[in-house]
């Protein structure tokens, strides 16, 4: 061949060779929908993680949107409060668990102060505290697990009364009791988990973080003081009721409120929910759950106080943040929170409380007891408890219960997570985008 | 030792083979499910301005030895690697994704001396391992204190034409094209997204396309 053949052929090759990745490169994007065709009104109900995050990827595609919320605040089970120690205090959600998930991404990128939470566990066991036990009741992340609660299994695998509060703790983690909790299912949601192990918490609180990133920007779209009654999706355009009778139309609509609310029907649907859905949403478990402040003038407390019969899990809550006085949390889910909740009032869990300090700390509690402060979640109406769990046989409702429905209903919120990050603040963030991605899907 | 193991091995290359090559080039990858799993990324991540690149460009080396022989159409192996790296630079958050292939291969060579003078086809069955590593302001990503990782498998099949210059067929320029149905383990998504439900299906295409020239060492 030539030499002139050769740049002939050669330069035909290269042509192609060029033209193919540019033909496919044209339809690559970096981001999905870049153009959306989507041009009707999203509503978002609940100003939770979930909400605000559906919300913000709204604003930021330029879709139009409003999101109702019940309470006069948005935040949902993420709150503050500055006035009850020299630090703020996080009213709920407050560790960032592990690293690997979109709002850690967002904490970095925004350089919002986190500290690493490696505070050690001191145990009550047998009227005492001790470092260590003598059996590792972590038995609850082995393969092959029976669908059986936790205390079911514990009691399977030996560990007798003298471990239950410590087994309390452990399901307590996961925002139940020890009785409900399925030792099968909770492992199987969990393998997902990817975010990591350690536990941050915020300088701040993580309302803060929320507030200034997510919530703010997108402030003019959020309609507080709006219990939504009634959601009729019937026609195309969707209705939806509050309590003040206001009406209010969308073309979807994103429901995010806690699965407790939908539980117990407290917005009705026309047409009723299919039968498939409702039963998805019951097995889906959601306990009681409370946060008690406890304030101090010394600190005779460990940094984490395991196994109590009254609180399971105490956790020194001036970890990470900078200021002087002592605070302890008392961190009270399931049946614990139950039986403290039919207590009637805070002064009276307050207490119980000091009364369990009093013994695991030779009576030091009540000595230098200042104030308390609860932060009951059963009671909040617009929340009726902590977090989502597996309960036994839950099976794939979770999926079943995020389906969405007519390409009309949407289903966000931390309990509606496939992704084993539900019971969290970015686990509700992840589910919040995902819906939207969904309405875009359907709507190209 | 391993200089020893490595001087019998280039000297058994040598002494016995038909053609030994060496090779650098441009590769351009197009794998919607990659694609698919960064979109989403950027799409869920307003937050940082500047978007994390798709994989597309990438670099692959490639040795490949073919055995003696009296016909047009010679038989061979090919060890190769590709690597390919997505960098985004935000304030504060440097987010760099990288993913490595290595390919084993046996390999077709047909070279017709007397149609297309000076053109060989290279017809290439590897077998591909890969890893995806992602780095966050220059620190390994990590999961349970191991580095954060998601490996994969897979098959690759690569169609190449190249040339040999007449003068000097020490030099030879090539393009090739390959299609690769791979699996990565399930963490795939979670490493690019953080997430693991939105693009459930952990098999993965690829389809590569490249450009570049080989330089023959026996
Ligand atoms: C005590 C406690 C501690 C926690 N600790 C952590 C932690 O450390 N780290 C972590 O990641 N997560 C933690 N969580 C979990 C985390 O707070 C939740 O997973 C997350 O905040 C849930 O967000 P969401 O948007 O799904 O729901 P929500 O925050 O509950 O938002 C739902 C919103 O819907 C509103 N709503 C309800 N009914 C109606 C109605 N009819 N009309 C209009 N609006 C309505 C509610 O008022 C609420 O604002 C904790 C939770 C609790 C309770």
Redesign the interface.
Request: glycine share 4%; net charge negative; aromatic share 22%.
């Given at each position: 061949m030539k030499r002139r053949e050769f740049l002939k052929n050669g330069f035909l090759i290269s042509i192609g060779g060029v033209l193919i990745p540019k033909t496919i490169l044209s339809c690559r994007k970096e981001t999905l929908f870049e153009e959306s065709s989507f041009s009707g009104k999203v509503i978002i109900i609940g100003a939770g993680a979930a909400g605000l995050y559906a919300g913000y990827i709204l604003k930021s595609k330029g879709i139009d949107f409003q999101i109702l919320e019940a309470s006069n605040k948005y935040g949902g089970r993420i709150g503050k409060n500055d006035s009850f120690a020299d630090f703020p205090i996080d009213n709920g959600a407050q560790w960032l668990h592990g690293k690997n998930n979109i709002l850690s991404d967002f904490i970095l990128s925004s350089n919002t102060k986190i500290t690493l939470d490696d505070t050690e566990n001191m145990y009550w066991f047998k009227n005492n505290l001790v470092k260590e036990l003598p059996k590792n009741p972590e038995i609850f992340d082995e393969d092959n697990l029976p669908d059986v609660s936790f205390q079911q299994y514990a009691n399977q695998k030996e560990f007798g009364d003298d471990y239950k509060y410590i087994i309390e703790n452990l399901a307590g983690d996961q925002g139940a009791s020890a009785s409900k909790l399925s030792a099968y299912w909770n492992h199987q949601e969990e393998i997902n988990w990817v975010s990591g192990d350690d536990d941050y918490k915020f300088e701040q609180t993580y309302f803060d973080f929320i507030e200034t990133q997510i919530a703010k920007p997108i402030n003019n779209e959020i309609k507080l003081n709006t219990i939504v009654k009634s959601i009729d999706y019937s026609s195309e355009i969707i209705t939806i009721i509050d309590s003040n009778n206001q009406k209010y139309t969308a073309n979807k609509v994103i429901i995010t409120v806690p699965i407790s609310i939908l539980k117990k029907n407290k917005i009705e649907f026309t047409p009723h929910l299919p039968n498939e859905k409702t039963e998805a949403f019951s097995k889906i478990g959601m306990g009681a759950g409370m946060k008690v402040f406890l304030k101090f003038s010394t600190q005779f407390y460990d940094d984490n106080i395991v196994g109590g019969s009254i609180c399971a899990a105490y956790a020194n809550e001036k970890i990470g943040k900078i200021g002087e006085d002592n605070v302890l949390l008392a961190f009270i889910m399931g049946e614990q929170a139950e039986y403290l909740t039919s207590l009637g009032n805070d002064d009276a869990i307050t207490l119980k409380l000091l009364e369990e300090l009093d013994l695991m700390y030779n009576n030091q509690a009540t000595k230098s007891f200042i104030s308390s402060y609860v932060n009951n979640f059963t009671n909040k109406p617009f929340i009726e408890g902590a977090y989502s769990y597996s309960t036994i046989n839950i099976g794939n409702s979770r999926e079943k219960a995020a389906e969405s429905i007519d390409n009309k209903l949407f289903f966000a919120g931390e309990a509606m997570n496939l992704n084993g990050h539900h019971q969290t603040v970015f686990g509700a963030a992840e589910t919040g985008y995902r819906e939207v991605i969904n309405i875009l899907k359907n709507n190209k | 030792m391993k200089k020893l193991i490595l001087y019998f091995f280039f000297t058994s290359l040598t002494c016995y083979s038909q053609e030994t090559k060496l090779s650098i080039s441009y590769e351009?990858i197009?794998s919607p499910q990659f694609?698919?799993s960064?979109?989403?990324y950027?799409?869920?991540?307003?937050?940082?301005k500047e978007?994390?690149?798709?994989f597309?460009n990438g670099i692959h080396s490639n040795f490949n030895h073919t055995f003696k022989n009296e016909i047009q159409l010679k038989q061979g192996f090919s060890i190769g690697y590709s690597y390919f790296r997505s960098q985004a630079n935000?304030?504060?958050?440097n987010?760099t994704l990288y993913l490595h292939f290595i390919q084993l291969g046996y390999l077709f060579h047909y070279q017709n001396s007397k149609r297309?003078?000076?053109?060989y086809e290279n017809i290439q069955i590897n077998c591909v391992l890969g890893g995806l590593f992602k780095n966050?302001?220059d620190q390994a990503?990590?999961?349970?204190?191991h580095r954060?990782k998601s490996l994969g498998i897979g098959g690759e099949i690569i169609g190449l034409?190249g040339?040999n210059f007449?003068k000097s067929d020490r030099l030879s320029?090539f393009?090739s094209?390959g299609y690769s149905p791979y699996y990565f383990c399930p963490?795939t998504e979670?490493l690019l997204n953080?997430?693991?439900?939105?693009i459930i299906n952990p098999w993965v295409n690829y389809?590569k396309?490249n450009?570049g020239i080989a330089f023959k060492i026996k």
């Open positions: - | 351009y197009y694609d698919k960064i979109q989403t950027n799409f869920d991540r307003p937050f940082l978007k994390q690149p798709l597309i935000n304030l504060n958050f987010n297309l003078i000076g053109f966050i302001n990503t990590q999961f349970e204190e954060f034409i040339y007449q320029p393009i094209i963490n979670a953080d997430s693991k439900g939105l389809f396309f450009l």
